[in-house]
């Protein structure tokens, strides 16, 4: 009969064995196996906000929950320059827009709509075949022009007249190369778009991949309607998000998801062309917005999270962990520390935090997107959740 130790030496070859080949291929990464992890760079303690910078009274537990399973993964609300609205880009492809009594198709972004396009039950199950129907993410109108611009991660730049209907592509590459992931945008008086592409590598339905390998062929582009030319502005990001214009229009900010950082991209005057840290965060955002007094509010998916630091500064060892046959949702629970967590920030134009309002245990907002502020509501976007929340400022 065989000794403990001997079945103690067969239990770890098997367990080894099955580690190696992920027969049922359970590894987040087994549709990658060339795939390659990087460092993010982690933030001083000196840069980090104190960490008793919460909302003890986590108010975004008094937001409202509308249009609850109306919308599937709402992740970019805007209004128009009449006021009317909300518009919120879904899962399914469309841009909805609300009348007052029903939401409305407002605008598609893919002419190959199809049959596997149709209302499911769950955001995440469009990702399949997100490729064919659109996935319309920043939203934003020309205040001159009426027009609804699209940032589509599978079609890339986009715009539709005031009254809706199929989005015509303005740019889909940069430098002969096709976009791969398009994310957010803004837009100027004169029409030039701003925009980012979060990876050249990952598609949007493989966003968890590119979150867990932090890879860094993200870009900051312009797109000029005069010469019709789109340039890359900031190269080797990891993970650009949300893009937003100030006030003045003197710079824009935009997200690096990966690194939980704002950065301030200037764009006029003796900085032209330059950037530089805008504000260093307590988690890891997704868009960011301007109001009307050009201050900046910042939507946070989660936290930062002892696991996420240990994982982004050893790349090996994240590595190690992504090649193990432990489904993806697990890895983004470490990654997020395992809370269902949401938080927003209010910055003014030179970085200074303002305002932080938090669901710390995610009773009622979590994996939050965006946030919209308008007539002193915040309108709270999803691209994971099938509602919008509207908190009350001054309620």
Request: hydrophobic share 40%; charged share 20%.
């Amino acid at each position: 009969m065989a000794s403990p130790a001997v079945w103690m030496i067969v239990l770890v070859l098997a367990v080894s064995i099955y580690c190696r080949i992920d027969p049922w291929k359970k590894g987040p990464m087994v549709d990658f196996p060339g795939f390659q992890t990087y460092a993010v760079q982690q933030p001083s303690s000196v840069e980090l906000p104190k960490m008793g910078i919460r909302d003890s009274e986590d108010l975004l537990q008094k937001s409202e929950l509308r249009f609850n399973k109306q919308v599937q993964g709402p992740e970019s609300i805007a209004f128009d320059s009449l006021g009317r609205g909300p518009y919120a880009g879904v899962a399914d492809g469309r841009v909805l827009f609300w009348d007052g009594n029903a939401w409305q198709n407002f605008a598609v972004t893919s002419p190959n709509r199809s049959e596997v396009c149709l209302p499911k039950s769950n955001p995440l199950s469009y990702l399949k075949h997100e490729q064919i129907c659109g996935r319309p993410l920043g939203l934003r109108f020309h205040k001159r022009t009426g027009e609804l611009y699209i940032a589509d991660a599978y079609y890339g730049i986009l715009k539709v007249r005031p009254e809706g209907g199929l989005a015509t592509q303005i740019t889909t590459e940069a430098e002969g190369v096709p976009f791969k992931f398009t994310n957010d945008l803004d837009v100027d008086d004169q029409g030039n778009i701003f925009f980012t592409e979060s990876s050249s590598v990952y598609q949007r339905k493989n966003f968890m991949q590119l979150v867990f390998t932090a890879e860094p062929s993200g870009k900051l582009l312009k797109y000029n309607p005069v010469t019709k030319e789109t340039t890359v502005l900031v190269r080797h990001l990891q993970f650009p998000n949300g893009v937003s214009l100030s006030k003045d229009g003197s710079f824009l900010v935009f997200c690096e998801s990966a690194i939980g950082r704002l950065t301030k991209y200037w764009l006029k005057g003796e900085k032209a062309g330059t950037r530089e840290s805008f504000a260093v965060l307590p988690g890891f955002p997704d868009n960011v917005r301007t109001n009307k007094e050009g201050h900046f509010w910042v939507a946070l998916h989660c936290r930062r999270s002892f696991g996420n630091k240990i994982l982004s500064i050893f790349p090996r060892l994240r590595k190690l962990f992504l090649s193990l046959p432990i489904p993806a949702k697990y890895h983004y629970y470490v990654h997020t520390g395992g809370k269902p967590h949401a938080v927003v920030i209010k910055y003014d134009a030179d970085g200074n935090m303002m305002q932080i309002l938090e669901d710390s245990r995610g009773r009622v907002v979590r994996q939050i997107s965006e946030v919209e502020e308008r007539d002193g509501q915040l309108w709270i976007g999803s691209v994971l959740m099938p509602f919008i929340a509207v908190y009350p400022l001054n309620p």
